[in-house]
């Protein structure tokens, strides 16, 4: 009977492949789509899919695609989904194989995410060492503020079409050393809600403000109270993020104007926090414009919820992680104020968020300079593989898996 080491993917596996990883990886990088815009990206990945005899469903909530491979007689299902649009960012990296599209650059690293996702798919379609059926999403739209793509690819009906019973995913992780792997259980990335006030005053000459109600005023005041909700309505032990992102108001100097408008971005991580900063945002603005004879309109916008990790699949995943590469390359992620829409997926499906490092000198995310680290590219593919087949493992196996 084989070992626990060589009965399931291993770094050494994947060596032969890092020459073709890197080619795939750098040819995506240089070929960048926005949310959305995702067809040619959707087309190449759906085609080596294709070419490895998965069972590939193109156009799924847009440009996504889900390839599903079964094996042996297990009747589980594992999912794992990578991300694949760009960012509107001109780059600056000065590298060969930088973007050829002006305004368009792969910022986070789903250049990346895909690359080791079908580096994965290659192995687990050549070896087949697993029981069930493993479903791969290559999701469109990560980026998208609005109707992203996971929000989408529910939509068009992801959970009934290709039925699965835990879901996994990764980013890449700059200022953690290439090939590490974070994670934690529970809530680790944000909700991200977005707020947009309008404050209606009375305009009128500079030289007579007694004569109007000025937005600007009330703009600047509700700027300064609204950092009070963080430190005097929450426990100083919880943790969350309320910016005023843009205030517009006025176009000359010697005009009180008619309107003023600010854009907020709330960060929180537990959904009790989460209506706690709405109602107190509304309730303060309303407050203050009234205090200052405004009127005032706002549109509260709720984004991603947070990213709440399944303790079992993340011990599982913590497992696995730690035979791939070793204890001292394991680590806790740290709570993240990003959002993620994989949130929606953890919402309707048991599942864990990963990170993998990506260097501690990395450009940060979303960065003209940012780049991934194809360094970290083996380790992610073989992570996926190992989890894969530790899920999808025989009864008669080692244990491991969640029940």
């Not at 996504?64 to 999912?79: E, F, T």
């Not at 405004?294 to 696995?320: C, H, K, L, W």
């Not at 104020?337 to 000198?361: A, C, I, Q, T």
């Not at 450009?363 to 087949?389: C, N, Q």
Request: hydrophobic share 40%; with cysteine; net charge negative.
């Amino acid at each position: 009977m084989p070992t626990l080491d060589n009965a399931y993917a291993r770094l050494s596996d994947f060596e032969a492949m890092e020459v073709a990883l890197k080619a795939t990886r750098q040819y995506l990088h240089a070929h960048p789509e926005l949310s959305f815009e995702e067809a040619e990206t959707a087309r190449y990945v759906a085609e080596k899919l294709e070419g490895w005899g998965y069972d590939v469903t193109r156009n799924v909530g847009g440009h996504g695609v889900v390839a599903r491979l079964s094996a042996g007689k297990g009747s589980k299902g594992i999912a794992i989904r990578a991300d694949m649009d760009a960012l509107p960012i001109v780059e600056e990296t000065g590298l060969a194989y930088a973007s050829g599209t002006p305004g368009k650059m792969h910022a986070c690293g789903h250049d990346g995410h895909t690359t080791v996702l079908l580096g994965a798919a290659e192995y687990l379609a050549r070896t087949r060492r697993f029981s069930g059926t493993v479903t791969l999403i290559f999701q469109p739209a990560e980026e998208a503020s609005k109707n992203s793509g996971a929000q989408a690819m529910i939509a068009d009906g992801l959970f009934e079409r290709f039925p699965f019973d835990a879901i996994f995913g990764l980013h890449n992780h700059p200022g953690a050393p290439e090939g590490t792997i974070l994670m934690r259980s529970g809530p680790m990335m944000a909700a991200s809600d977005t707020v947009e006030i309008t404050i209606k005053g009375k305009g009128g000459h500079a030289s007579r403000p007694h004569l109007t109600v000025d937005p600007v005023v009330v703009a600047c005041n509700l700027v300064v109270s609204l950092q009070t909700i963080i430190s005097r309505n929450l426990d100083p032990t919880q943790t969350a993020v309320i910016t005023v992102g843009t205030i517009h108001a006025g176009d000359a100097v010697n005009v009180i104007p008619e309107y003023a408008k600010l854009a907020l971005s709330v960060r929180s991580f537990e959904p009790g926090i989460r209506d706690l900063l709405q109602e107190r945002i509304t309730k303060l603005a309303r407050s203050v414009a009234e205090g200052h004879n405004a009127s005032i309109e706002i549109d509260y916008d709720r984004g991603n919820p947070v990213v709440v990790n399944s303790p079992a699949e993340t011990d599982f995943a913590r497992i696995v992680a730690m035979e791939l590469v070793g204890e001292d390359k394991v680590a806790t992620c740290p709570l993240i104020p990003g959002s993620e829409d994989f949130s929606h997926f953890l919402e309707h499906k048991p599942g864990s968020f990963l990170r993998l490092g990506n260097g501690m000198n990395s450009a940060i995310l979303h960065s003209a300079k940012y780049d991934f680290a194809d360094a970290s590219l083996t380790v992610g593919a073989a992570m996926w593989a190992r989890l894969a087949e530790r899920y999808l493992q025989d009864d008669a196996r080692s244990p491991g898996r969640p029940a």
